[in-house]
């Protein structure tokens, strides 16, 4: 099955079409983008699908709430970034979030059992973006590396459905499926694995949130079959 990159940090229209030619290129049948605004659904480039995502990114878990509560209706995917605990602990046991996003950095939090095993339980997988190491050389990328194993270790040990991205921000940052493949296998993952992880993992996890973003879903297994006056 073709794989999909889960995370492309495109900034703006202009540059979609240049990230779509590039995962054209690389053998990706798809990308996930983050959007501002309304967010267009279900259109193409270069025969490459885009889905939207939307990243909260708040401190706050009533703030948080409140943009899940607005906001999943409009996005492919929603993701939270691994943050203090209460906000790991309420993001990974929703339902309407998808993953559970992996970030390092200076004040990042590697991922926790006790939130691995939550989300385990409500079907929140973890994603890992490795835009990061390729921005790192020597010591420095042996320790992220190391943090990556860590962190990817404990959600595999509790359940969790593992995802590779690239979290490019420019077309020449993003890697081919092959590439992550084996960039899984530095984290401890074997190659069947990663490439579940880009492929038929992605693909059912859009496939049915795509379906709930449809105008008859009401809720899980359940949609709206005719209106009133309908014929």
């Known amino acids: 099955m073709p794989a999909i990159d889960f995370n492309v940090r495109v900034t703006d229209r ?42 909260i990114k708040s401190t706050k878990l009533g703030v948080l709430k409140r943009e899940l509560g607005k906001s999943r209706k409009k996005y492919s995917i929603i993701a939270v970034p691994l943050s203090e605990i209460d906000i790991a602990n309420w993001a990974a046991k929703e339902a309407r979030v998808d993953v559970l996003t992996f970030q390092p950095t200076k004040t990042h939090h590697n991922l926790r059992g006790s939130t691995a095993r939550l989300a385990a339980k409500a079907g929140t997988s973890f994603e890992v973006s490795i835009a990061p190491l390729l921005n790192v050389t020597g010591l420095t990328r042996s320790k ?88």
């Open 14 to 55: 202009d540059s979609l079409d240049s990230f779509a030619d590039m995962a054209s290129t690389l053998g990706f049948s798809g990308i996930v983008v983050p959007t501002k605004g309304e967010p267009p659904r279900g259109f193409e480039i270069n025969n490459v699908t885009i889905y939207t995502r939307l990243d």
């Open 144 to 231: 992220l590396i190391k943090e990556y194993r860590e962190s990817i270790t404990t959600a595999c040990n509790a359940g969790m459905k593992v995802i590779l991205s690239s979290g490019a921000s420019t077309p020449i940052q993003m890697r081919s499926p092959w590439a992550l493949n084996h960039i899984g296998t530095l984290f401890g993952l074997n190659t069947q694995y990663t490439e579940d992880s880009i492929s038929n993992h992605t693909h059912t996890l859009l496939r049915e949130n795509v379906q709930k973003l449809g105008d008859n879903h009401i809720a899980a297994g359940i949609e709206l079959v005719s209106r009133g006056g309908d014929e």
